[in-house]
Protein backbone atom coordinates (compact mmCIF):
# COMPACT_ATOMS: atom_id res chain seq x y z
CA UNK A 1 0.00 0.00 0.00
CA UNK A 2 1.36 3.70 -0.88
CA UNK A 3 2.38 5.48 2.19
CA UNK A 4 0.36 7.97 1.66
CA UNK A 5 -2.66 6.00 1.09
CA UNK A 6 -2.07 4.35 4.52
CA UNK A 7 -1.61 7.52 6.00
CA UNK A 8 -4.89 8.87 5.22
CA UNK A 9 -6.91 5.46 5.80
CA UNK A 10 -5.41 5.85 9.10
CA UNK A 11 -6.86 9.42 9.69
CA UNK A 12 -9.87 8.62 8.27
CA UNK A 13 -10.54 5.56 10.91
CA UNK A 14 -8.92 8.14 13.23
CA UNK A 15 -11.48 10.73 13.13
CA UNK A 16 -14.39 8.36 12.50
CA UNK A 17 -13.72 6.72 15.85
CA UNK A 18 -13.60 9.90 17.92
CA UNK A 19 -16.24 11.19 19.95
CA UNK A 20 -17.04 14.95 19.42
CA UNK A 21 -17.64 15.73 23.01
CA UNK A 22 -14.71 14.29 24.55
CA UNK A 23 -12.75 16.14 21.45
CA UNK A 24 -14.17 19.80 22.30
CA UNK A 25 -14.28 19.57 25.98
CA UNK A 26 -14.70 23.78 25.98
CA UNK A 27 -16.54 26.37 24.02
CA UNK A 28 -18.90 28.66 23.72
CA UNK A 29 -22.56 28.00 23.97
CA UNK A 30 -25.69 30.43 23.77
CA UNK A 31 -29.47 30.92 24.77
CA UNK A 32 -31.97 33.41 23.51
CA UNK A 33 -33.97 35.85 26.63
CA UNK A 34 -36.33 37.80 24.98
CA UNK A 35 -34.68 37.89 21.49
CA UNK A 36 -31.40 38.46 23.35
CA UNK A 37 -28.43 35.96 22.37
CA UNK A 38 -26.77 35.39 26.02
CA UNK A 39 -23.70 33.66 25.54
CA UNK A 40 -21.76 31.16 28.33
CA UNK A 41 -18.53 28.82 28.75
CA UNK A 42 -19.06 25.65 29.07
CA UNK A 43 -16.40 22.70 30.06
CA UNK A 44 -17.29 19.23 29.65
CA UNK A 45 -15.40 16.77 32.09
CA UNK A 46 -12.64 14.56 30.57
CA UNK A 47 -14.39 11.40 29.15
CA UNK A 48 -17.74 13.25 29.38
CA UNK A 49 -21.00 11.21 28.93
CA UNK A 50 -23.98 12.13 29.21
CA UNK A 51 -25.36 8.91 30.82
CA UNK A 52 -23.86 10.22 33.76
CA UNK A 53 -26.72 12.57 34.74
CA UNK A 54 -23.42 14.92 36.05
CA UNK A 55 -24.30 18.30 38.04
CA UNK A 56 -23.53 21.80 36.96
CA UNK A 57 -21.66 24.26 38.67
CA UNK A 58 -22.17 27.68 36.49
CA UNK A 59 -19.79 30.91 37.96
CA UNK A 60 -20.76 34.65 37.28
CA UNK A 61 -17.61 36.68 36.38
CA UNK A 62 -16.79 40.03 38.40
CA UNK A 63 -18.19 43.76 36.85
CA UNK A 64 -16.58 44.00 34.05
CA UNK A 65 -15.08 40.88 33.50
CA UNK A 66 -15.55 37.30 31.26
CA UNK A 67 -15.75 33.82 31.14
CA UNK A 68 -12.15 33.81 30.50
CA UNK A 69 -11.31 36.23 33.21
CA UNK A 70 -12.57 34.63 35.82
CA UNK A 71 -11.27 31.08 34.42
CA UNK A 72 -8.06 33.18 34.99
CA UNK A 73 -7.46 34.97 37.79
CA UNK A 74 -11.35 33.89 40.01
CA UNK A 75 -12.06 30.28 40.27
CA UNK A 76 -10.56 27.91 37.94
CA UNK A 77 -13.12 24.72 38.06
CA UNK A 78 -11.92 22.79 34.67
CA UNK A 79 -9.33 20.14 36.96
CA UNK A 80 -12.27 19.76 39.80
CA UNK A 81 -14.66 19.52 37.22
CA UNK A 82 -12.42 16.59 35.56
CA UNK A 83 -11.72 14.89 39.45
CA UNK A 84 -15.54 15.43 40.72
CA UNK A 85 -17.33 14.93 37.90
CA UNK A 86 -19.28 17.94 36.96
CA UNK A 87 -19.85 20.60 34.42
CA UNK A 88 -18.44 23.47 34.50
CA UNK A 89 -20.34 27.15 33.01
CA UNK A 90 -19.28 30.20 32.66
CA UNK A 91 -22.15 32.25 31.90
CA UNK A 92 -21.12 36.18 30.64
CA UNK A 93 -22.82 39.26 31.25
CA UNK A 94 -23.56 41.98 28.46
CA UNK A 95 -22.09 45.08 27.11
CA UNK A 96 -23.80 47.53 28.52
CA UNK A 97 -23.33 51.45 29.83
CA UNK A 98 -19.60 50.61 29.22
CA UNK A 99 -19.63 47.54 31.35
CA UNK A 100 -19.81 43.82 31.01
CA UNK A 101 -22.03 43.53 34.19
CA UNK A 102 -24.66 41.76 35.74
CA UNK A 103 -27.69 43.71 36.09
CA UNK A 104 -28.93 43.40 39.50
CA UNK A 105 -29.14 47.18 40.69
CA UNK A 106 -32.60 48.22 40.73
CA UNK A 107 -34.26 45.59 39.57
CA UNK A 108 -33.20 44.87 36.11
CA UNK A 109 -34.23 48.22 35.43
CA UNK A 110 -32.19 48.65 32.08
CA UNK A 111 -34.26 45.81 30.52
CA UNK A 112 -31.73 43.39 30.42
CA UNK A 113 -33.20 40.00 32.51
CA UNK A 114 -30.68 38.05 34.49
CA UNK A 115 -33.07 35.41 35.99
CA UNK A 116 -34.19 34.78 32.73
CA UNK A 117 -30.53 33.88 31.14
CA UNK A 118 -30.31 31.79 34.52
CA UNK A 119 -33.35 29.82 33.90
CA UNK A 120 -32.47 29.13 30.10
CA UNK A 121 -29.24 28.08 30.86
CA UNK A 122 -30.24 25.23 32.96
CA UNK A 123 -32.92 24.60 31.12
CA UNK A 124 -30.22 24.36 28.59
CA UNK A 125 -27.70 21.95 30.90
CA UNK A 126 -31.05 19.37 31.05
CA UNK A 127 -31.87 19.30 27.91
CA UNK A 128 -28.46 19.21 25.73
CA UNK A 129 -26.22 17.39 28.50
CA UNK A 130 -28.82 15.25 30.32
CA UNK A 131 -27.45 17.88 33.34
CA UNK A 132 -29.15 16.75 37.23
CA UNK A 133 -31.57 19.54 37.44
CA UNK A 134 -31.58 18.54 41.53
CA UNK A 135 -27.63 19.42 41.34
CA UNK A 136 -27.48 22.88 39.94
CA UNK A 137 -24.76 25.19 42.03
CA UNK A 138 -23.90 28.63 41.03
CA UNK A 139 -20.57 31.01 42.55
CA UNK A 140 -20.20 34.19 41.96
CA UNK A 141 -17.35 37.04 42.56
CA UNK A 142 -17.58 41.20 43.41
CA UNK A 143 -20.58 41.94 41.13
CA UNK A 144 -21.00 38.33 39.64
CA UNK A 145 -21.77 37.72 43.93
CA UNK A 146 -24.19 39.98 44.13
CA UNK A 147 -26.29 38.45 41.64
CA UNK A 148 -25.80 34.91 43.79
CA UNK A 149 -28.29 36.78 46.28
CA UNK A 150 -30.90 36.81 43.33
CA UNK A 151 -30.39 33.88 42.42
CA UNK A 152 -31.15 32.80 46.03
CA UNK A 153 -33.94 35.31 46.68
CA UNK A 154 -35.86 34.70 42.95
CA UNK A 155 -34.37 31.29 42.09
CA UNK A 156 -33.88 29.21 45.43
CA UNK A 157 -36.04 26.07 44.00
CA UNK A 158 -33.94 26.01 41.02
CA UNK A 159 -29.99 26.02 43.32
CA UNK A 160 -29.34 23.21 45.40
CA UNK A 161 -26.52 25.59 47.38
CA UNK A 162 -24.63 29.26 46.11
CA UNK A 163 -21.43 30.50 47.13
CA UNK A 164 -21.15 33.75 47.22
CA UNK A 165 -17.41 35.51 47.77
CA UNK A 166 -16.63 39.27 48.16
CA UNK A 167 -20.30 40.80 47.74
CA UNK A 168 -23.30 41.26 50.32
CA UNK A 169 -26.85 41.43 49.63
CA UNK A 170 -28.25 44.80 48.14
CA UNK A 171 -30.89 46.96 50.10
CA UNK A 172 -33.22 46.38 47.51
CA UNK A 173 -32.47 42.73 47.36
CA UNK A 174 -33.06 42.62 50.60
CA UNK A 175 -36.32 44.36 50.43
CA UNK A 176 -37.92 42.55 48.10
CA UNK A 177 -36.59 39.15 48.61
CA UNK A 178 -39.15 36.14 48.48
CA UNK A 179 -37.27 32.84 48.63
CA UNK A 180 -38.85 29.70 46.86
CA UNK A 181 -37.20 27.13 49.48
CA UNK A 182 -34.39 26.78 51.41
CA UNK A 183 -31.01 26.79 49.92
CA UNK A 184 -27.80 26.19 50.94
CA UNK A 185 -25.15 28.92 51.13
CA UNK A 186 -21.15 29.66 51.47
CA UNK A 187 -20.38 33.26 52.36
CA UNK A 188 -16.69 34.55 52.03
CA UNK A 189 -16.13 38.07 52.88
CA UNK A 190 -12.85 40.04 54.02
CA UNK A 191 -13.82 42.14 56.82
CA UNK A 192 -12.02 45.27 55.20
CA UNK A 193 -13.48 44.44 51.92
CA UNK A 194 -14.40 48.24 50.37
CA UNK A 195 -17.08 46.90 47.72
CA UNK A 196 -18.94 45.26 50.35
CA UNK A 197 -18.53 45.95 53.64
CA UNK A 198 -18.45 44.06 56.55
CA UNK A 199 -21.21 46.46 58.13
CA UNK A 200 -23.21 47.44 55.17
CA UNK A 201 -23.69 50.95 53.85
CA UNK A 202 -26.18 52.62 52.23
CA UNK A 203 -26.19 50.21 49.77
CA UNK A 204 -26.31 46.89 51.25
CA UNK A 205 -27.04 45.46 53.95
CA UNK A 206 -24.42 44.25 56.98
CA UNK A 207 -23.49 40.53 57.32
CA UNK A 208 -25.30 40.20 60.94
CA UNK A 209 -28.78 40.78 59.37
CA UNK A 210 -27.88 38.96 56.48
CA UNK A 211 -26.88 35.94 58.42
CA UNK A 212 -29.89 35.89 60.62
CA UNK A 213 -32.23 36.20 57.62
CA UNK A 214 -31.16 33.15 55.78
CA UNK A 215 -30.57 31.11 59.21
CA UNK A 216 -34.63 31.80 59.32
CA UNK A 217 -34.95 31.41 55.81
CA UNK A 218 -32.94 27.78 55.80
CA UNK A 219 -34.66 26.96 59.39
CA UNK A 220 -30.91 26.14 60.24
CA UNK A 221 -29.49 26.54 64.43
CA UNK A 222 -29.77 30.32 65.41
CA UNK A 223 -26.28 29.58 67.01
CA UNK A 224 -23.14 29.50 64.85
CA UNK A 225 -20.61 26.52 65.21
CA UNK A 226 -17.25 29.14 64.96
CA UNK A 227 -13.63 27.82 64.21
CA UNK A 228 -10.65 29.46 63.75
CA UNK A 229 -8.91 28.16 60.46
CA UNK A 230 -5.48 30.21 61.24
CA UNK A 231 -4.42 33.31 58.77
CA UNK A 232 -7.21 35.45 60.42
CA UNK A 233 -10.00 33.56 59.05
CA UNK A 234 -12.92 32.47 60.42
CA UNK A 235 -15.54 29.87 59.94
CA UNK A 236 -19.37 30.09 61.18
CA UNK A 237 -21.35 27.46 60.45
CA UNK A 238 -25.22 27.25 61.12
CA UNK A 239 -26.22 23.59 61.05
CA UNK A 240 -29.25 22.34 59.96
Given at each position: MNIWKQATLIL???????????????????????????????????????????????????????????????????????????????????????????????????????????????DAMIVEYNADPDRMYASGFSLGGSMMWDLMCYMGDRFAAIGVVAANMWQWTYADCDPASPTGLIH???????YAPYNGNQYSISVAIQNAYWVSVNGSETTAEETNLGGGVTRYLWPE
Open positions: VIVLAGTDPVTAQQQFYDSVDVDGVTRQYLVYLPANFDPAENMPVLFHFHGGGGSPEGAIQWESDNRPLADAERFIAVYPAALFYDGCTCWNNEGKYSNGIDELGFAAAMIVLGTNDF
